[in-house]
């Protein structure tokens, strides 16, 4: 099992900026790639950002140029910087990661971390 923590959320005006992150614990595993995905209310989840274990990332196409992922990976904490907000960026953002423990696959959600943006 892995457990993860999120921190970082909280209300923030437009053109604040935020950063969230995501720590994974646990024993056995080997991280395969990290993310994280939002959801907003009577919408579908989506795709923010991930980041495999080679380095290569991955966004969403309306936080390009805007938020930017990266990885601790001693630490195994992915971090999710927030620039430039706007008010379409309210959501419940989810921490999620890819891991392996011996040769299977698994995949881990956190709880969620709330944004919310607004003048």
């Known amino acids: ?6 921190s970082g959320g909280g209300s923030a005006q437009p053109g ?3 950063t969230l ?3 994974a614990s646990g024993t056995g595993f080997e991280i395969r790639g990290m993310g994280w995905f939002r959801q907003a209310p009577g919408m579908q989840r989506e795709l923010v950002a991930n980041i495999h274990i080679s380095g290569d990332t ?3 196409d ?3 140029g805007r938020f930017t992922i990266s990885r601790d990976g001693a ?3 992915v971090y999710l910087q927030m620039n430039s907000l ?9 921490c999620k990661v890819d891991f392996r423990v011996g040769t299977t ?13 607004s003048s």
Do not use: H, I, M, R
């Open 21 to 23: 992150s995501c720590a």
């Open 16 to 18: 604040d900026s935020l």
């Open 75 to 77: 630490q195994n904490t």
């Open 105 to 117: 696959g698994f995949v881990s959600w956190g709880q969620g971390t709330q944004v919310t943006v």
């Open 1 to 6: 099992q892995v457990q993860l923590v999120e």
């Open 86 to 94: 706007q008010p379409e960026d309210t959501a419940l953002y989810y």
């Open 58 to 60: 991955n966004y969403g």
């Open 62 to 64: 309306s936080v390009k």
